[in-house]
């Protein structure tokens, strides 16, 4: 009978526990002979008997932690009952209560609370005693509906749930405080942990509710903040508020959560929802779940090595361990607390015991057994936030009476049997401005606008294999620290839950490598998209890059495209194999003009060199020699003054060369055409006015070069763009308009100096050097007209390479077609070099050029 009748009032007991967590702890004045006793009461609601076939399964772990909250505020009843320094001669008792969920119930079983009695308001039968303060528990609904009435009476109401923003609305709920921390940096903490594992692509189970709303909320902000998304969003129902969301959730959330490796769990209340039951069922294992503190496990175990649940991230508030909460939970048993009906039951499910014929109570129990012996899933000895929010509420009251109390005391004593707490009212201010550090050393404020941001303790949901249950501290968030600095986490000690053990990625598309950037997806989230490879010398030189960036001019972009490298400043040095060979060849060029000139000198009187004019030829090959030596100009390093010399010797040692040149061509066709000596051009021959040309016209070039010199001059230039990886050190010609007059008019002359060769090309042959003036200039024309569309062409050092090759090649051409048949005739036939053996005329010709000389 005993036992029949314990088990019907234990699953009574059980059902109304392990649903509704909504306590109400009740402080009164109780006149006694040595002082004063204030009781708290107890109550709970029980659940809608829709939801009881989807939350059986978390009968044991929902009993395990509201009884875990009630050994919590019975510890810092007794807690404070011990000390000397708060409430001295005070007692605090309590007493429990439970109401059901309906709003008539709780109306009805606050106003039982505050009378008595339910049929009399405003009456109160509670002669004994008189309730100062309520504590009431985590659901919204339940504080608010009571709040409802307490606040008729002003009666100060002190909740130990989740901080909730709505709550704080003093001009609704004056009379109501919170005992929790604020804990509004839960959406930034989350948002931190999934940057660090870049995790870019999750989904989102969000308990119904305003505080789930707000949380989805605050959270979605920061994920676009951060350029994280939602995969998708699903509001669970929790069987309190929606029965038919039980024959939904299977489907819905095993396909959705297929999409992603990672989903946000949010719970506003400790009730139970159908999401974990759905989860387990489906053994929906290699995904990670992120979660707040107010989620738990089924932690009656299921028959499985895997579990749903293992490796979960759980952030947790931050709270320093109460010394002598687990050496109290030790020492609990029913013996020590026989009126507690639940641990009579609790310790009979658990340690083997019987009951007695007599008097129904315990025997044959397990000797020493505690509850600390029991596995986690059956009771968990560690502080859940709930538990350390009923203790820092219970000490936060107790705070406020102690000052009430004491300000009370240095009033003047009315009377022996006088209440000291009158009216509840009284202890508003007081509350308003409590202060301490609990026994732990945490900072407890009542006062909203006081608290700060709670610091977050990250934990990893150890269960594998299925039962363990470890809470292992992975690391913290810190809020109020700079950014950047708030996440500390250990990730070697982390517990994956996919099968290589290893973290999963969770994201849309693959991330982009450096070299490619980001190309949006049209009609995606932002966190899809394609990689798309950097244009030429462009780079990107981290992940997921939406933009490319242009490397520098002295730069230039790997060909990963990943990174910029400095450009080497390259020219044409003479250690260059292309240096070497153009400096080769000028020198070259230059000693065989020398030796030229020198045996030109060695062999003046002879008739070959007499007969074409020897000042003229000294002079073209002295000039010749300067062009082979101006090109000398063009290789090195150059800077400003070899820039300006490049240009201007260059034109006036060719001018000079050329109308040398001409003045040569001119004297012979001339000499030619004498056939009088009275003829004016006898005159011209005889006055020496040919020899006027050279002067003419290089002063002509002076006139340009100068005018070229006076308005753009060239000037020291780099290229960054004709050589990949080089910047190359040119002389920029400046004034391209004055250039092409210098060049136009050196053309000019030799064009002239080719004309009036090939008119005297059928000239005597025998020392007569107009047909090798004629293939001379001939060169230096077809030379210099194809060195510009090449030159235009080209860049770099091979632009600087063909205007020297230009240089020697014109320049060669004039000193090989016009001396290599005067040196051939003076080395390898000097026979010929004699006036013996000519006609007449061609005699009459030497002669008189040579009397010219």
């Known amino acids: 009978v005993c036992l029949s009748i314990f088990f019907l009032l234990f699953f009574f007991l059980s059902f109304f526990l392990s649903f509704f967590h909504s306590f109400f702890f009740f402080f009164g004045p109780l006149l006694t002979e040595s002082g004063c006793e204030f009781t708290i009461i107890f109550l709970q609601t029980p659940i809608d008997e829709l939801a009881l076939q989807v939350i059986m399964n978390y009968l044991m772990v929902d009993m395990s932690i509201s009884y875990q909250n009630v050994l919590a505020f019975i510890f810092a009843i007794e807690e404070i009952n011990k000390n000397p320094h708060l409430l001295p001669n005070i007692s605090l008792g309590y007493e429990f209560h439970n109401y059901l969920y309906s709003h008539w119930r709780v109306l009805e079983s606050s106003l039982t609370l505050l009378t008595g009695q339910k049929d009399i308001p405003n009456y109160s039968c509670r002669r004994e005693n008189r309730s100062v303060a309520v504590l009431t528990g985590n659901s919204w609904a339940t504080s608010t509906q009571v709040g409802t009435l307490l606040e008729l009476y002003k009666f100060p109401q002190v909740t130990f749930g989740s901080f909730d923003p709505v709550l704080r609305d003093n001009g609704q709920f004056p009379s109501l405080y919170q005992a929790a921390p604020r804990d509004t940096s839960l959406a930034l903490a989350m948002v931190s942990l999934l940057l660090h594992f870049r995790w870019t692509w999750v989904g989102l189970v969000i308990t119904e509710g305003h505080k789930g709303l707000q949380f989805m909320s605050d959270l979605t902000g920061e994920m676009d903040r951060n350029k994280v998304c939602v995969a998708f969003v699903k509001i669970a129902s929790t069987p309190i508020v929606s029965y038919m969301a039980l024959s939904k959730e299977y489907v819905i959330l095993t396909k959705e959560t297929s999409q992603v490796s990672v989903v946000i769990l949010y719970y506003d209340t400790d009730i139970l929802s159908d999401v974990d039951y759905n989860i387990e069922q489906h053994l929906l294992t290699g995904k990670i779940w992120v979660t707040n503190s107010q989620w738990h496990a089924d932690m009656t175990g299921k028959n499985f090595i895997l579990n749903s649940f293992h490796g979960t991230f759980i952030f947790s508030n931050h709270h320093e361990e109460i010394s002598g909460f687990k050496t109290f939970v030790q020492e609990v048993n029913p013996s020590k607390y026989p009126e507690d009906f639940y641990l009579t039951m609790f310790w009979f499910n658990n340690f083997h015991c019987s009951f007695s014929d007599a008097d129904c109570s315990l025997k044959d129990c397990t000797p020493n057994a505690s509850l600390a012996w029991l596995p986690v899933n059956h009771f968990d000895t560690t502080m859940t936030d709930w538990s350390h929010n009923v203790y820092n509420a219970v000490y936060a009251v107790a705070h406020a009476l102690h000052e ?59 269960n594998f294999p299925e039962g363990l249950r470890l809470k292992v501290k992975l690391g913290t968030f810190t809020p109020h620290v700079p950014h950047g600095q708030q996440l500390s986490l250990s990730d070697e000690k982390i517990e994956w839950a996919t099968e290589n053990a290893e973290m999963p990625l969770s994201v849309c598309s693959d991330s982009c490598h450096p070299g490619f950037r980001k190309s949006s997806q049209e009609g995606k989230p932002a966190c899809c998209f394609d990689c798309i490879p950097c244009p030429e010398n462009e780079i990107t030189n981290d992940t997921d890059m939406e933009q490319c960036v242009k490397c520098p001019d002295d730069q230039y972009a790997t060909i990963q495209q990943d990174h910029c490298l400095q450009k080497s400043v390259i020219f044409l040095a003479h250690e260059d194999l292309m240096g070497k060979i153009l400096t080769g060849t000028a020198l070259s060029l230059t000693l065989l003009t020398a030796a030229v000139l020198g045996l030109f000198v060695k062999h003046q009187d002879t008739p070959i060199v007499k007969a074409n004019n020897r000042a003229l030829s000294y002079t073209l090959l002295i000039s010749l020699t300067f062009c082979f030596l101006c090109s000398l100009l063009f290789i090195g390093r150059p800077n400003t003054a070899t820039c300006i010399l490049q240009q201007t ?3 006036i040692v060719f001018t000079v060369a050329v109308s040398t040149v001409l003045t040569k061509t001119i004297t012979v066709v001339l000499a030619f055409k004498i056939t009088a000596p009275g003829r004016r051009m006898r005159h011209l021959l005889v006055s020496g006015a040919p020899n006027y040309i050279i002067p003419i016209c290089t002063l002509v070039q002076l006139t340009l070069c100068g005018i070229w010199m006076g308005t753009n001059p060239p000037y020291l230039d780099t290229d960054a763009h004709s050589e990949h990886g080089h910047i190359i050190i040119v002389c920029n010609k400046g004034s391209l308009t004055a250039f092409y007059c210098v060049l136009g008019y050196l053309g000019s002359l030799a064009l002239l100096s080719f004309t009036v060769a090939f008119l005297a090309k059928n000239l005597p042959d025998t020392f007569n050097e107009a047909k090798f003036l004629t293939f001379s200039m001939l ?59 000519f006609r007449a005329k061609t005699i009459f010709f030497i002669k008189y050029i040579l009397s010219l000389e």
């Open 649 to 651: 010797t260059f034109a």
């Open 779 to 837: 060169v230096f024309c077809s030379v210099w007209v194809t060195f510009l569309p090449v030159y235009h062409s080209s860049k770099g050092k091979v632009m600087v390479a063909m205007e020297i090759f230009s240089i020697l090649v014109s320049s060669a051409g004039l000193l090989g077609f016009i001396f290599a048949p005067k040196c051939y005739i003076i080395l390898l036939r000097p026979e010929r070099n004699s006036l013996h053996g």
């Open 404 to 462: 009430m109390l004491h300000q009370q005391a240095q009033w003047p004593p009315l009377g022996k049997k006088e209440v000291m707490v009158s009216s509840p009212w009284q202890l508003h201010s007081f509350l308003k401005n409590t202060q301490f550090n609990n026994p732990a050393g945490d900072h407890v404020s009542l006062n909203d606008r006081r608290k700060e941001d709670i610091n977050y303790d990250i934990l990893n949901f150890w």
